[in-house]
C-alpha cells in the first residue's frame, strides 16, 4: 500500500478511508507510532496551513479532525512508552457558566493532530476543577474558552486559582474565544491568546518552547 495516501485522505477528511488504510499499514507491520508522526499530524499541519490561507474554512478543519481522530482511536491503544512522546499535555475547556463547546472542540482535535495529550473537560468548567485536573494530569498547558462576555471574568478566577494552589508557574495559560482579545489576555495575566484553533496550536508550541 501507499502510505502517503493515509496523509492525503486525511487532509480530505475521508475518515472511512483513513481507517481502512490505517488497519492495513497496521497488518502490513508499520509502527503505530510511525503512522503518526510521519502521515498523521502532517496532515494536521497541512490542514491548519490551508486554513490560515483561506483555502479550507471550519467545516474542512473538523471532518479533518475528525478523520485524524478515527485513525488515532485505533493507534493510541498499540502504543507503548517508547513508540511516540507527546508535545505536551494539555488540559482544556470551556469556562464556567459557558455552554459553548464548537470553539473548544475544534481546538482540543487541532491540538491531539499536533501530537499534543489533551485532557478536555468540557463546558461550565469551575475554576477548582482545572486545577484538581492540572494536578492530576501533570499538564504543561492550560487553555481556556469563552464564548459570551459575561463569562470571560472565568478566565481570570481560574488563573487565580492556578496560582492559589501554587500552579501558575508550572503551566501555561492560553485563552480564545470570540468576545477574547490579546488585551484581555494581557490583564488578566495570561501566558496567551489564539483567535483561533489553528493559532492555538501556534501559540502552545511556542509557550512551550517547539516552534
Do not use: C, W
Amino acid at each position: 500500500m501507499e502510505l502517503r495516501q493515509i496523509y492525503e485522505y486525511t487532509v480530505s477528511g475521508n475518515a472511512p478511508k483513513v481507517k481502512e488504510l490505517t488497519e492495513q499499514a497496521l497488518a502490513e507491520g508499520v509502527a503505530p507510532g510511525e503512522i503518526i508522526s510521519k502521515y498523521l499530524i502532517p496532515a494536521m499541519a497541512e490542514v491548519g496551513d490551508r486554513f490560515e490561507r483561506n483555502e479550507f474554512y471550519v467545516p474542512e478543519l473538523l471532518i479533518a479532525a475528525r478523520a485524524m481522530q478515527g485513525a488515532l482511536a485505533i493507534l493510541k491503544p498499540l502504543l507503548t512508552d517508547t513508540d511516540l512522546k507527546p508535545a505536551g499535555k494539555v488540559v482544556i475547556g470551556t469556562v464556567k457558566g459557558d455552554l459553548h463547546d464548537i470553539g473548544k472542540n475544534l481546538v482540543s482535535m487541532m491540538l491531539q493532530g499536533a501530537g499534543f495529550e489533551i485532557v478536555d473537560l468540557g463546558v461550565d468548567v469551575p475554576p477548582e476543577k482545572f486545577v484538581d485536573a492540572v494536578k492530576q494530569s501533570k499538564a504543561d498547558v492550560v487553555a481556556l474558552s469563552a464564548l459570551l462576555t459575561t463569562t470571560m471574568p472565568s478566565m481570570k478566577t481560574t488563573i487565580d486559582a492556578l496560582q492559589a494552589a501554587g500552579l501558575r508557574e508550572r503551566v501555561k495559560v492560553v485563552i480564545g474565544g470570540a468576545p477574547v482579545t490579546q488585551r484581555y489576555a494581557d490583564e488578566i495575566g495570561a501566558d496567551g491568546y489564539a483567535p483561533d484553533a489553528n493559532s492555538a496550536v501556534r501559540r502552545t508550541r511556542q509557550l512551550l518552547g517547539l516552534a
